[in-house]
């Protein structure tokens, strides 16, 4: 399997967008911003991944769980939720 590197380091870049998110407070201009880098970060990875399955290519499952993890963060980060400690 060829793996796509840009994709990789797209996703990679999605995961710490995330992260970084996580780590501020909930309802702070930060945090407002960071969603917005977050949701930016998620949208080139998701078209990617989506043209490599319709044109039949396969992307590596480790690859979808990390991005669906990303998407799936937005609504709980909107809400509030941040990293334990």
């Known amino acids: 399997m060829i793996v796509d590197e840009p994709l990789v380091d797209m996703i990679a870049w999605a995961k710490t967008c995330l992260l970084i998110t996580a780590a501020t407070v ?14 930016e970060a998620i ?4 078209r990617r991944v989506d ?4 044109a039949g290519g396969v992307v590596p499952p ?14 709980a980060l909107e809400k509030g939720a941040v990293l334990r400690r």
């Not at 909930?26 to 880098?37: D, F, H, I, N, V």
């Not at 949208?43 to 998701?46: G, K, N, Q, T």
Request: aromatic share 0%; with cysteine; net charge neutral.
């Open 43 to 46: 949208i080139e990875p998701r």
């Open 62 to 75: 480790a690859l979808l769980v990390e991005l669906r993890v990303c998407e799936k963060a937005v609504p």
């Open 51 to 54: 043209e490599t399955i319709a």
């Open 26 to 39: 909930p309802g702070s201009p930060e945090r407002t911003a960071e969603l917005a880098k977050l949701r």
